[in-house]
Nanobody, 119 residues
């Protein structure tokens, strides 16, 4: 069983930045997903277990950066130039194999952390 724990969420003004962290041990591809009230869960970004390959949703390209430090068993999501539409609960997820952008392809999930961007 893989336990994932997110941290770093909070309230920030539009244009601001936040960095989310997710602790997870093991050689897993990691994905970040978000879900806003009344909306479906959507893929945000992901990284392979070596941290070399990455994948981003079009809506966050150029603003968000996913990275990982395997020595610390931690995956990060640096979020810059935040917009009110980025407001959601952000969750990290793990899977064996390559990065995927479909939430159902992931086996393990964290509890989520709230990100709220005010206008």
């Amino acid at each position: 069983q893989v336990r994932l724990v997110e941290s770093g969420g909070g309230l920030v003004q539009a244009g601001g930045s936040l960095r989310l962290s997710c602790t997870a041990s093991g050689s897993y591809a990691m994905g970040w997903f978000r879900q806003a009230p009344g909306k479906e869960r959507e893929f945000v970004a992901g990284t392979g277990w070596r941290g070399i390959s990455t994948l981003y949703a079009d809506s966050v390209k150029g603003r968000f950066t996913v990275s990982r430090d395997n020595a610390k068993n931690t995956v990060y999501l640096q979020m810059n130039s935040l917009k009110p539409e980025d407001t959601a609960v952000y969750s990290c997820a793990a899977r064996t194999g390559a990065i995927r952008s479909t939430w159902s392809d992931y086996d393990y999930w964290g509890q989520g952390t709230q990100v709220t961007v005010s206008s």
